[in-house]
């Protein structure tokens, strides 16, 4: 079966290599599902059992989602909602959450990829050996209209649980007294190979709410693109005769937020801003300002500047409003398009709206083909968010052979979900505010 490969002359032809879709199998990650509080119902299904992952992780926090698989976007999870072991209800967080781009442009202007829409991503899942999912379970993966009908049904998908370390620690007031607890995720990924890179797509649910999202380029270095020269590409190999072109990987995530439950969420944004010394104090100031977000927005990353998505309708125990903050991780913002020009766009929900560059449906007459065009000034009631996180690869030596994984991507963290640490030992869980 051919391989559509990363090159200069890398060619988009209809027989790559298929993905997944979804069979029926295994309805949980790696360990048994959460019981449900006896006060509070069991929570409604969303999916069928084989679309269903359900993870209670060990420390007591529970993670529920459906999943099925797109056959451009590859891996989409839907309906997630978070469970800390206090809260007596889950708390819907996504309503959807997928990849909404992986676009490549190349520095010698040559050649310019858009890996999700043109380059048969979704097409490029992988078959997962047992290796590849410590103690989890892998799916099989069913790909709707697949290229090559012999890959039609693939063992794609893995759910596992890892370990992260300290969750938190902190010394009793008598010094006798270690408080520490080790964290526990729940990671769902999925590889997809385009031409020579094999794209790692994870998902990490972690028991204090955080959810992160990254995409890992591994695989190899084009053997053709070893055409360029000093500024646009780096010698691999003896000498300084082969010089590896260099490229960047901007990655968008759609994000589409349903916070308890409801599609009507707010959007804030907070700057910092630290002055001098003034009126006798020693030290510099510094004042937080809010402002909301009341229509379509293109952000820019600065410092001590972020966002919010609030929920319009939920509330933690201490009466305050919901949230998710958005955590970007590291970028190489790539300046060379209108879509990658900014790092965060919310913009008013919009079903035809799926693809941040070259997106696939017809939304009529002058509707914009990318993110950019969709800021057009409406009014946000139900947000969509797109992250936008760039790499620019300069190859070096070590990139081979293979190349070692290069991981970009970003987090969402809760802001007010619960009014405590949602990992609080029951010791301290009085501890709540103002306390001499």
């Not at 020269?229 to 759609?254: C, E, L, M, Q």
Request: with cysteine; charged share 25%; glycine share 10%.
């Amino acid at each position: 079966m051919p391989v559509i490969r990363h090159s200069s002359a890398r060619r988009r032809t209809a027989l790559a290599l298929a993905v997944a879709g979804l069979a029926a199998g295994a309805t949980t990650g790696a360990g048994p599902a959460a019981a449900q509080p006896k006060a509070a119902p069991a929570p409604a299904a969303e999916c069928s059992a084989a679309y269903r992952i359900e993870q209670k992780l060990t420390t007591g926090t529970t993670w529920r989602m459906c999943w099925r698989y797109h056959k451009e976007a590859g891996l989409v999870l839907e309906h997630i909602s978070y469970q800390p072991p206090a809260e007596a209800r889950p708390v819907k967080v996504l309503a959807t959450a997928r990849l909404g781009q992986i676009h490549v442009p190349y520095d010698d202007g040559r050649n310019e990829y858009s890996d999700l829409t043109q380059a048969g991503f979704g097409q490029g899942l992988m078959d997962l050996a047992p290796g590849e999912c410590p103690g989890g379970t892998i799916k099989t993966v069913r790909v709707p209209d697949a290229w090559d009908p012999s890959r039609e049904n693939v063992k794609g998908l893995c759910t596992t649980t890892r370990s992260r370390g300290h969750a938190y620690r902190m010394q009793g007031d008598t010094a006798n007294k270690v408080f520490q607890k080790q964290g526990k995720d729940l990671l769902v990924y999925t590889v997809n190979q385009v031409g020579w890179y094999e794209y790692i797509t994870e998902w990490r649910f972690q028991d204090d709410g955080t959810i992160t999202m990254n995409v890992g380029a591994t695989g190899t270095l084009a053997p053709e693109d070893y055409d360029a020269g000093d500024g646009r590409g780096w010698p691999i190999g003896k000498g300084a005769k082969d010089y590896a072109t260099s490229h960047s990987h901007n990655v968008f995530w759609r994000l589409n937020f349903g916070l308890d439950g409801s599609s009507k969420g707010k959007v804030e944004q907070y700057d910092s801003k630290v002055s001098s010394p003034a009126g006798g104090r020693p030290a510099p100031t510094n004042r937080t300002t809010r402002t909301e977000v009341v229509r379509e927005l293109a952000g820019d990353a600065r410092n001590m500047r972020w966002w919010r998505v609030v929920s319009a309708t939920g509330k933690n125990k201490d009466g305050h409003a919901r949230s998710y903050e958005i955590v970007p991780g590291p970028s190489a913002k790539y300046p060379g398009r209108g879509y990658t020009k900014h790092d965060v766009y919310f913009t008013e929900y919009d079903k035809c709206e799926q693809f941040a560059s070259d997106n696939l449906p017809d939304c009529g007459a002058g509707h914009g083909k990318s993110v950019d065009k969709w800021v057009d000034g409406q009014v946000l009631e139900h947000p969509v968010v797109w992250v936008n996180i760039g790499f620019h690869h300069i190859a070096r030596d070590e990139d081979q052979q293979p190349m070692p994984v290069h991981w970009q991507g970003l987090s969402i963290a809760p802001r007010d979900v619960t009014a405590m640490n949602p990992l609080t030992p029951a010791e301290l869980a009085d501890q709540n505010g103002h306390r001499e």
